[in-house]
């Protein structure tokens, strides 16, 4: 499971998914790392800090990894998207509106992705529409995950 992203939706999922056994990795642009520390994020979390908007080359997806953004600072999107579409992640997730959304994969395809690439992210990310609680969200994205894993495994 690779998180990017900041706040409370971030950490919510972050520990979900790590207490449903998924190995956890959270990308963030947070520049208070004490949020982090004070959230009872387990040790096993890898959490990297993005201090660019160039990202990092080590994000490591295979075909088992789920990726999901969890930003409301939409500029993060596009170069991690970009980076996502580029590899194999069986999941690719994004929070927002259908209108956000709508406007993410115009900005694709302006950049030549195809509308086979863009299919293959879900947003708004989660299985139950307009999600306001941390907690609830993450549920809701983690369901749509393991639905989306158990399809592929068919």
């Not at 790590?18 to 990308?27: D, E, P």
């Not at 080359?57 to 579409?85: M, N, S």
């Not at 992705?113 to 990310?125: E, F, K």
Request: net charge negative; with cysteine; charged share 25%.
């Amino acid at each position: 499971m690779r998180i990017a992203g900041h706040g409370a939706d971030c950490l919510a999922l972050a520990r979900l998914c790590h207490a449903s056994g998924f190995v956890t990795r959270i990308q963030t642009p947070s520049e208070d790392m004490a949020d982090y520390s004070t959230a009872n994020i387990p040790a096993e979390v890898e959490i990297k800090r993005l201090t660019a908007r160039t990202l990092p080359d080590d994000h490591e997806d295979d075909r088992w990894t789920a990726f999901v953004l969890l930003f409301h600072q939409h500029e993060w999107e596009g170069p991690l998207l970009r980076q996502a579409l580029s590899g194999p992640a069986f999941y690719i997730g994004a929070v927002g509106s259908r209108r956000t959304h709508d406007i993410r994969c115009e900005a694709l395809r302006s950049d030549g992705y195809s509308d086979a690439d863009i299919s293959r992210i879900h947003g708004p990310v989660g299985l139950v529409p307009k999600m306001r609680d941390a907690s609830m969200l993450a549920i809701s994205i983690l369901a749509e995950l393991i639905t989306a894993h158990h399809a592929r495994s068919q």
